[in-house]
């Protein structure tokens, strides 16, 4: 029997997904399609879904990302759909008090009945959180320490009778949280690709998120989280992203690729490019090298993979076998077709090796 790994769906909650191109399918993040998606989901046997925070789109001729539903409601009312997935919701620490978002996340993990998990965003797009004026001056100096304050704080709320605090960000004074958590460790992700990253990761999660270009670097980057957590005395899981283009056949799945591609919004491309040009650049060289290709910018926040159900289920085998992967949250052209087609040919596959679990790997978090 292989190594058995958890998977996830990272939701449509903006519009047109994660590709930036004319001839994806477009499409609006309603309730009606991420509950569709959910449930498709767990029928077909995924353990968890993932909703992103996004607070301001790129524009351009699709008009990317300008349409999104806010996470945290969002899996509030997915909860009673889905009966037995993890609900990863996002949470972005500059924009709310933790006394308040303690309470939101003991609330929801009751509505969920301790389903709850929470992505910690401590950066994002600045551009976003600039336009509300929350954005304080040189915060890619200290958002670390910021979050580090504002995620122990939540944790004391949720497991203390009263908290007072004097720190350098929040001060508290007698400040109380009732009730409590359904979950005595609520599940805590935060995605990173720095060591800065991986250490708060060891420090105050249960599990890391990160995006990796190839089999190597995926298991040279989940390594290295479980390494730091090692250092620190804990155990973490690992997850990574993937946008899956699929077919029937290997050249089939291509013959997508090149589809949309042909189809590359560029106008909201550079929108999205020209705030992060040096991460997004060396992705761009890597993928062109890999695809042949002039242009594989249209893929937002992760690496594509094109292929048919052996071609994907062995990539997925290697993940979790050759580089340790605990989990593997993906994202579909058209998640409805997507997900149908990967429980029709993929997960049999999956199930026949042997590296899909009957009970979800997130039902007892690492200590």
Not at 22 to 30: I, V, Y
Not at 55 to 73: I, K
Not at 88 to 104: E, G, Q, Y
Not at 145 to 173: C, M, N, P
Request: with cysteine.
């Amino acid at each position: 029997m292989g190594r058995m790994i958890d998977l996830g769906v990272f939701l449509p909650v903006a519009n047109n997904g994660w590709i930036i191109s004319k001839t994806s399918p477009q499409f609006l993040p309603t309730f009606e399609l991420n509950r569709e998606v959910s449930k498709l989901a767990e029928r077909i046997g995924f353990s968890y879904v993932f909703s992103m925070a996004k607070w301001r789109g790129f524009g351009g001729s699709t008009n990317f990302w300008d349409y999104s539903v806010e996470s945290t409601t969002l899996m509030a009312g997915l909860a009673a759909h889905v009966p037995t997935l993890r609900l990863i919701t996002s949470i972005a620490p500059v924009l709310i008090h933790p006394a308040i978002f303690a309470k939101m996340a003991a609330t929801l993990d009751e509505i969920t009945g301790g389903r709850l998990g929470i992505n910690i965003v401590s950066a994002g797009n600045p551009g976003e959180y600039k336009q509300m004026g929350l954005y304080p001056d040189n915060f890619e100096d200290f958002r670390y320490d910021y979050t580090q304050e504002w995620l122990t704080l939540v944790k004391r709320l949720w497991t203390e009778d009263s908290v007072t605090h004097d720190g350098r960000f929040f001060k508290l004074t007698d400040c109380q949280s009732w009730p409590k958590p359904v979950q005595q460790n609520v599940p805590i992700v935060c995605a990173t690709s720095s060591e800065r990253g991986f250490a708060f990761i060891a420090e105050h999660c249960t599990d890391g998120f990160f995006g990796g270009s190839s089999l190597e670097s995926n298991r040279t980057m989940g390594l290295r989280i479980k390494e730091v957590a090692a250092a620190a005395g804990r155990s973490v899981r690992t997850h990574t992203l993937m946008i899956l283009i699929q077919g029937a056949t290997d050249r089939e799945a291509e013959q997508m690729l090149e589809y949309y591609l042909d189809g590359a919004d560029l106008e909201a491309i550079n929108n999205i490019y020209s705030t992060r040009q040096g991460v997004r650049a060396e992705k761009n060289a890597l993928l062109r090298d890999r695809f042949k290709a002039a242009d594989m910018r249209i893929f937002y926040g992760g690496i594509p993979f094109v292929g048919g159900p052996e071609r994907v289920a062995t990539m997925i085998e290697e993940n979790a076998v050759q580089g340790e992967i605990d989990g593997m949250m993906f994202v579909f052209p058209d998640f409805v077709e997507g997900l149908t087609r990967f429980g029709d040919q993929v997960m049999p596959i999956l199930r026949e090796r042997g590296l899909i679990r009957e009970t979800s790997g997130w039902l007892s978090s690492p200590a």
